[in-house]
């Protein structure tokens, strides 16, 4: 399972929290349930992208005491937070190798907070892809050599961009017909 990008699992953090409120642990705890077949992300890169957020003014802390424990850290969203959540949420993935990743997060939290977002956003990530697809197709015109290496690379990634528009098109089916 890949890593996921810090910019990304701090958004996902923000979604978790668009909720309630949470400490650490309750946040940590939700993304491996919710999100953890998809994604990996250690406790300790939880806490200190919590640590950020607050320092960045997207999510706000507070000490909570605890009868016998030390006092609990608080987050919630902040105005800022909220606003940051939604425009990663809207935009499509811009990379296409992190599409399985992150598009199935943005998807999961369209379906718990927004659900008349998916389709959207499955509609910007379908035209981002297509517009890939040109651009290959444009650069493969120079490569006259189809036995060349940088040939095979691009012919490669042609067939994975057209994979990636046919299930996108199946998710926004399956959107349009639940939604």
């Known amino acids: 399972m890949p890593e996921m990008s810090a910019l990304s ?9 668009m909720q309630s409120p ?6 940590y705890a939700t993304f491996r349930r919710e999100l953890g077949g998809v994604w990996q992300a250690g406790r300790s890169q939880v806490y200190a992208l919590l640590h950020r957020l607050a320092a960045e003014g997207l999510v706000q802390a507070t000490s909570v005491p605890q ?10 969203l902040t105005d800022a ?6 425009a990663w949420l809207h935009a499509p993935v811009p990379h296409m190798r992190d599409i399985r990743v992150e ?5 999961y939290f369209c379906r718990l907070l927004e659900p008349e977002a998916a389709a959207g956003l499955l509609a910007r990530q379908i035209a981002l892809c297509r517009c890939r697809l040109e651009a290959l197709d444009v650069a493969a015109v120079a490569v006259a050599d189809a036995r060349d290496v940088a040939a095979l690379a691009a012919s490669y990634r042609r067939q994975q961009i057209i994979a990636i528009i046919q299930w996108l098109e199946e998710c926004q089916q399956q959107a349009e017909a639940h939604g």
């Not at 699992?9 to 929290?17: H, K, N, S, T, Y």
């Open 67 to 76: 009868a016998g424990h030390p006092p609990r850290r608080v987050y919630a």
């Open 103 to 107: 598009l199935l997060a943005k998807l």
């Open 22 to 27: 949470r400490h650490g642990y309750e946040l």
């Open 9 to 17: 699992l701090d958004r996902a953090l923000l979604g978790f929290l």
């Open 81 to 86: 937070g909220r606003a940051a959540f939604f």
